[in-house]
Nanobody, 115 residues
Framework: EVQLVESGGRLVEPGGSLRLSCVAS????????MYWVRQPPGKGFEWLAD????????DYAEHVKGRFTISRDNANNVMYLQMNDLKPEDTATYYC????????RGQGTQVTVSS
C-alpha cells in the first residue's frame, strides 16, 4: 500500500521559514519523480515543485522559485520542502504526491502564514 506522510506544517509569521517532510512507503520511492502540491482554502490543487528520481532535475512554479527548495533522501525514502520568506498567500494544505495533480498524495500538513 502506498503511503505518503507529510509533517512540519504550523502557524508561522510572514517572512518566516518552515521545512516540510514527507515519508514514503509501499512503493520504490527512488524510482519515482516526486511532487509537492498545495491546496489553498477553497481552491484547487496547485503544483509547486518536483524532483526527479536521481535528484538531478528540480522544477518550481514561478511564484515559489527562489523561496522554496525541494530535496530528497532516497536512502531513507524522505522528501523535503524548505520554504523561506513565507507570505500569507502561501497559506494552504501541503501535500507530497507521486503525480503533479495530487491524485496519489498523503493526508497533508497545514501551513498558515499570518501575523
Amino acid at each position: 500500500e502506498v503511503q505518503l506522510v507529510e509533517s512540519g506544517g504550523r502557524l508561522v509569521e510572514p517572512g518566516g521559514s518552515l521545512r516540510l517532510s514527507c515519508v514514503a512507503s509501499g512503493f520504490p520511492f527512488g524510482a519515482y519523480t516526486m511532487y509537492w502540491v498545495r491546496q489553498p482554502p477553497g481552491k484547487g490543487f496547485e503544483w509547486l515543485a518536483d524532483i526527479n528520481k536521481g535528484d538531478t532535475i528540480r522544477d518550481y512554479a514561478e511564484h515559489v522559485k527562489g523561496r522554496f527548495t525541494i530535496s530528497r533522501d532516497n536512502a531513507n525514502n524522505v522528501m523535503y520542502l524548505q520554504m523561506n520568506d513565507l507570505k500569507p498567500e502561501d497559506t494552504a494544505t501541503y501535500y507530497c504526491a507521486r503525480d503533479p495533480n495530487g491524485a496519489v498524495r498523503g493526508q497533508g500538513t497545514q501551513v498558515t502564514v499570518s501575523s
